[in-house]
C-alpha cells in the first residue's frame, strides 16, 4: 500500500513541474504569438484594401468585438475607398478564414486567406500560387466580382472550383457570400 501512494506522489510532483514549466512557456509566448498574429491581420488588411493605406484602415466594432473595418484613400480618413470583413466557412478539413475586402460598390478588390489546415495539395489549392505568377490564382477569380452574387461552377456560378477539393472552394466562395451579407446588413450604402 505504501508503494502505491509513493507511486501516486511521485506522479503528482512531475504533473505539477510539468504544468509549471508549460505554464512558464506559455506566459512567455504569447505575447510573440499575438503580435504574430497582429502583423498577419495588418497585411491581410492592406492586401484586402489595396487603395487604403495601412494607416487608413480603422476597425469598427460591434458589441466589443470588430464586426468590419473601413478603408479610407488616405490618413485623413475623408474619402471610402471600401470595406474589409473576415469571412468563415467550413472546408473539408477545418474552417477556412479569408479577409475580403469590397469597394463602395460590393466588388470584390482583394482577399486574403488567414486560416485554413485543408487537405495538402488538394483544399491548400485554394492560397496557391502556380509558377511564373504572383497571386493565388483561385482568389484571384474574385477580384472585381460582386461580392453577393458569387458560386462556384458546379453550382452555375462563374468561379472554377478546385478539382478533387470542390468541398474547400465551395466553402470559401460560400463564407464570402455570407461574410458580405452580413456586412450589408451592417453597412446600409452597399447594394
Do not use: C, H
Not at 93 to 113: L, N, Q
Not at 123 to 139: H, M, Q, S
Amino acid at each position: 500500500m505504501k508503494e502505491i501512494i509513493k507511486l501516486g506522489v511521485i506522479l503528482a510532483l512531475i504533473t505539477a513541474i510539468a504544468a509549471a514549466g508549460l505554464a512558464a512557456v506559455y506566459s512567455v509566448t504569447k505575447p510573440r504569438i499575438e503580435e504574430q498574429k497582429q502583423k498577419a491581420l495588418q497585411a491581410a488588411l492592406t492586401q484586402a484594401l489595396p487603395q487604403s493605406p495601412a494607416e487608413a484602415i480603422e476597425p469598427v466594432e460591434t458589441e466589443g468585438t470588430v464586426s468590419y473595418y473601413i478603408g479610407y484613400e488616405s490618413p485623413a480618413k475623408e474619402n471610402i475607398s471600401g470595406y474589409a470583413f473576415l469571412a468563415r466557412g467550413p472546408g473539408y478539413s477545418s474552417v477556412i478564414e479569408t479577409m475580403v475586402g469590397v469597394d463602395t460598390a460590393g466588388e470584390i478588390i482583394g482577399m486574403k486567406v488567414l486560416d485554413q489546415k485543408e487537405t495538402p495539395g488538394l483544399g491548400t489549392k485554394v492560397e496557391e500560387i502556380r509558377y511564373g505568377e504572383n497571386d493565388p490564382w483561385f482568389l484571384r477569380q474574385f477580384m472585381e466580382k460582386k461580392a453577393g452574387q458569387l458560386a462556384v461552377d458546379k453550382d452555375g456560378g462563374e468561379i472554377t472550383s478546385i478539382t478533387g477539393a470542390t468541398i474547400s472552394a465551395r466553402a470559401l466562395t460560400n463564407s464570402v457570400v455570407k461574410g458580405y451579407q452580413e456586412l450589408r446588413t451592417r453597412v446600409e450604402k452597399l447594394p
